[in-house]
């Protein structure tokens, strides 16, 4: 296995610099058709999501995916060193794992992530940008975060990046039943955020989203009020509460639309909760008395109380990463030789059919009972010639002297022609 993977996350780089590499899903087919153009690339996908952009890749001899990083944001190295993390082979699989099982997350357990992993690995296999060691990495990937699911309860008492956002307004206003909450935006993490703001008795829920329809279907699900998108800023200051989560690239709240807010609520407080990368609200408007901003990297000291309860089950999930990295990079070198024992056989099988052919010609007319005869030896002495170099071949496939026996047998069996 050659895998290769660099990104940022939460951990290792503020927000600015994350939205400096955000992707919107429709540019993530542009982005993958460009990596797996970069020399050496094979195989190649995109995660982008509000706490991480992750670049993984399976490659011929490595590949510089700094520099694809760095050349197709339009970012310099300098701005980016201290923020990279970088893994290769096992590491990368680890990392992957770790990812779709939610180890890596902000909120440790919550199960959007695993739903995120599979729409890139879909686009991209889409594209035909996966197919054979990717295919073979993400696949066992989704299975192992299911295997953890099953075996630990590390998601029992796990909130998702919406939940938390919902618990940062309790913590501010205390009860939500007298509060008046806009949710900008209509995708998953909006109707997550719905979903637990209802669930916690919030008073009056808006919803606005430039495609309106899917406003309304989300306003009559939750028992709320569909606004059109282009009426948002002359209706939003009924808010106590605005949680945005849309896709826009810029800004939807500037400090100048806080102060026309504040002066249409006779400068009662308003508090944004901002859980979109790139950001929907300018950080700016933070400046402004009555006017209260967080965004995603604030939850996550919310996020970080919930997770003590979690930690036991953590460490038991990491056990079971451990035990799956093995077992696969077991596998993966057993699939290595694979071709190598396929060659063998299909030289071996052409040099048997030559040979009854060439000796059918001297024996005259065969009775079928002969000629199965012909067959069965032939067949028996051909695979127990073949026996050793192939069991050798799979039970030192794992082994330190895999290479060196691979080259062997290739180099005896003339096998290195193609």
Do not use: W
Not at 355 to 379: C, F, N, S, V, W
Request: net charge neutral.
């Amino acid at each position: 296995m050659n895998f290769q993977l660099i990104g940022v996350n939460h951990n290792s780089a503020p927000l600015d610099v994350r939205e400096r590499l955000a992707i919107p899903e429709a540019q993530l087919p542009d982005a993958i058709r460009t990596l797996v153009q970069q020399p050496g690339v094979d195989e190649g996908m995109v995660l982008s999501t509000c706490n991480r952009v992750e670049v993984l890749t399976s490659t011929r001899q490595g590949s510089d995916l700094r520099e694809f990083l760095c050349s197709y944001f339009g970012v310099s190295p300098d701005a980016l060193h201290s923020h990279i993390y970088e893994f290769q082979q096992r590491d990368a699989v680890r990392h992957v794992f770790r990812v779709a099982s939610s180890l890596d997350s902000m909120v440790v357990g919550e199960p959007q992530i695993l739903g995120q992993v599979k729409e890139a690995y879909a686009i991209a296999r889409g594209m035909g940008a996966v197919h054979s060691a990717l295919e073979a990495l993400l696949s066992r990937a989704f299975a192992v975060a299911k295997r953890i699911r099953t075996e630990t309860a590390i998601g029992s008492s796990s909130v998702s990046i919406s939940a938390v956002a919902v618990q940062l307004a309790q913590k501010i206003f205390g009860s939500l039943s007298d509060k008046t909450v806009y949710v900008v935006g209509a995708g998953k993490m909006a109707e997550l955020a719905a979903r637990h703001l209802i669930g916690n008795g919030v008073g009056t829920i808006f919803f606005s989203n430039r495609t309106h329809e899917r406003a309304v279907q989300l306003a009559e699900a939750f028992g709320g009020q569909a606004i059109p998108f282009d009426q948002l800023h002359d209706t939003v200051n009924r808010a106590d509460i605005v949680l945005t989560s849309t896709g826009a690239t810029e800004p939807l709240f500037r400090r100048e639309h806080g102060e026309r807010l504040l002066s249409k609520r006779r400068n009662r407080p308003m508090f944004f909760i901002d859980i979109a990368v790139p950001r929907n609200v300018d950080p700016e408007m933070n400046r402004l008395d009555g006017m209260f901003v967080y965004d995603v990297d604030d939850l996550q000291a919310v996020a970080s109380s919930n997770s003590a309860e979690r930690k036991k089950e953590a460490e038991r999930a990491e056990q079971i990463i451990e035990l799956e990295v093995e077992r696969f990079a077991t596998r993966m070198k057993s699939l290595a030789v694979v071709p190598t024992i396929l060659s063998l056989q299909e030289q071996c099988e052409t040099i048997r059919q030559a040979e009854i052919d060439r000796i059918r010609g001297k024996l005259g007319k065969l009775t079928p009972e002969q000629e199965a005869a012909i067959e069965a030896m032939t067949r028996g002495i051909v695979n127990k010639l073949l026996h050793t170099p192939i069991t050798t071949l799979k039970s030192t496939a794992a082994g330190p002297e895999a290479a060196t026996i691979h080259d062997i047998i290739r180099r005896i069996f003339n096998l290195n022609k193609s």
